[in-house]
Nanobody, 121 residues
Framework: QVQLVESGGGLVQPGGSLRLSCAASGTIFSINAMAWYRQAPGKQRELVAVIGSEGSTVYRDSVKGRFTISRDNAKNTVYLQMNSLKPEDTAIYYC???????????????WGQGTQVTVSS
């Protein structure tokens, strides 16, 4: 059994900052890529940023230079530092991780429950 638990969402004014955290727990052998997605009302879920096990990162264009994804492998945790937030960043943010639960098992994708981020004055 694997769980991903997110925290850190909330209401912030435009230009403000938030830091999201997502901790994985349970039967974990190793974690490959970890990522943050978001879904705004009436829109499809979209990839925000992804970080590989070795630390390589990819960002969607609209958040480059404003968001930073990082991970702490010792804590099985991924973070998303969000600066210069805009109203269009308002969405439910979900973490996703590719996790192996055994030495002879391939990775499976797991999702967190989501955390609301609202950017409004």
């Amino acid at each position: 059994q694997v769980q991903l638990v997110e925290s850190g969402g909330g209401l912030v004014q435009p230009g403000g900052s938030l830091r999201l955290s997502c901790a994985a727990s349970g039967t974990i052998f190793s974690i490959n890529a970890m990522a943050w997605y978001r879904q705004a009302p009436g829109k499809q879920r979209e990839l925000v940023a992804v970080i590989g096990s070795e630390g390589s990162t990819v960002y969607r264009d609209s958040v480059k230079g404003r968001f930073t994804i990082s991970r702490d492998n010792a804590k099985n945790t991924v973070y998303l530092q969000m600066n210069s937030l805009k109203p269009e960043d308002t969405a439910i943010y979900y973490c996703n991780a590719a996790i192996r639960t055994g030495n002879f098992r391939g990775p499976s994708g797991y999702w967190g429950q989501g955390t609301q981020v609202t950017v409004s004055s």
